[in-house]
């Protein structure tokens, strides 16, 4: 059984699923996801992709959706009975999943039924609430890890939880140099005299769109007052989202539906929000200027109880500000495009930026993610 509640999440479990299959060829897959999972031939029971939101007050209100959702799966899991169930990122869902299985299990003894609980993609417990590590530890037999300072984190916080930093699942998903160096843009060549190249990636979420476009929309006004010849494109993960973008103001603007690598790959500088996507940003060496706004009650929670310096994968893993951040009040139109401005003007930076994110892809390990994570998987039955 695998979970995934995002466009990121849904893509990891279909390559997941694809590796476990070529190991197992007789397993049987199903669950809650959305159109990649499908294709990949994991029977689902719902598309849990088109319920994505995030932050308190997103989640409030949706509460008794997502408490059916959850019911409907546990449910779902208790009468097939599967051997492994598998939260693919989505920690909030999954972390509480496992942990309804688990006591499921401790209730029910003798009901011949005890799965073992795994999580492909580690909750952000080392940026808030590092106590969820011990509910990991509690509940979980296996964590999945893709970056490489978790494993040592959780070794120091929870020895007995089992983790295994299987490397990037980007890594090796784009293989085709040709690709990633398709233009100057990302293949590092000076853009002075020619048509600069701006992609916008608001997010993947209804309420990610509705924060993060009209602010990006303002700042790419001001960015071709100053660069009349700059070119503009958006991409968006699914066509549902398209509508709601024009709604927003995104009229006279290329929209993309999926495709990112093309995209990022002929493209000189990016607006991102600080998500999954800025990890992609970094392996083309797309330099991006990052922003994040959620509801006022979401904000003032999540800055009680986040220890992290920078909302931006990035930023983290090279432990200094690579791209410039812009978080709530101060993801302004102004500042996004001032910060856009210098990133398409300033050689210099462009060049000490791409050096840095060389340095970050390469710490991610070798490409073969979803196939050692399968192998870690099937090592629990052994």
């Not at 999440?9 to 007789?26: C, F, N, Y």
């Not at 998903?173 to 990633?180: I, M």
């Not at 060549?189 to 990636?201: C, D, E, G, K, T």
């Not at 309420?207 to 070119?231: D, F, G, N």
Request: proline letters at 5%; a positive charge; hydrophobic letters at 45%.
């Amino acid at each position: 059984m695998l979970i995934a509640g995002e466009a990121s999440g849904d893509l990891l479990a279909a390559e997941l699923v694809a590796a476990l299959r070529g190991q197992l060829p007789d397993a049987q897959f199903f669950g809650a996801g959305g159109a990649k999972m499908s294709a990949a031939g994991v029977e689902l029971a719902f598309d849990l992709t088109q319920h994505s939101v995030i932050g308190v007050s997103d989640v409030l209100k949706n509460i008794l959706k997502f408490r059916r959702l959850f019911n409907q799966l546990l449910a779902l899991a208790i009468e097939r009975k599967p051997d492994v169930v598998i939260g693919v990122d989505y920690g909030g869902f999954n972390l509480r999943f496992g942990q309804a299985v688990k006591k499921y299990v401790r209730k029910n003894p003798f009901s011949n039924w005890n799965p073992k609980i795994v999580q492909f993609v580690s909750p952000q417990v080392w940026a808030s609430r590092p106590g969820r590590a011990d509910k990991l530890a509690r509940d979980y037999d296996l964590l999945l890890s893709i970056f490489p300072f978790e494993k040592d984190w959780y070794a120091r916080r929870v020895p007995s939880l089992r983790v295994e930093f299987v490397g990037h699942p980007m890594i090796g998903r784009f293989t085709n140099d040709d690709l990633r160096f398709t233009s100057g843009s990302a293949g590092g060549a000076s853009i002075v005299n020619r048509q600069s190249q701006i992609l916008l990636l608001p997010g993947s979420r209804k309420s990610e769109l509705q924060r993060h476009l009209p602010v990006m929309l303002a700042a790419l006004k001001t960015i071709q007052e100053k660069l009349p010849a700059a070119k503009a494109k958006m991409v968006l993960p699914n066509p549902a989202l398209v509508t709601l973008a024009k709604s927003l103001g995104a009229t006279n603007l290329e929209i993309q539906i999926g495709e990112l690598p093309w995209a990022l790959a002929e493209s000189d500088v990016a607006l991102a929000s600080t998500g999954t996507v800025t990890m992609e940003c970094a392996f083309f060496g797309v330099p991006t200027a990052t922003l994040y706004k959620t509801s006022w009650l979401t904000y003032q929670i999540a800055r009680r109880i986040v220890t992290v310096k920078s909302l931006t994968m990035p930023n983290l893993l090279a432990g200094e500000p690579v791209f410039p951040e812009f978080i709530q009040n101060e993801a302004t139109p102004e500042n996004l495009s001032r910060a856009a401005l210098e990133l398409l003007q300033d050689e210099s930076r462009r060049k000490q930026i791409k050096a840095q994110l060389a340095k970050i892809i390469a710490s991610l390990g070798e490409p073969g993610a979803a196939g050692r994570a399968a192998h870690a998987v099937l090592s629990l039955f052994k």
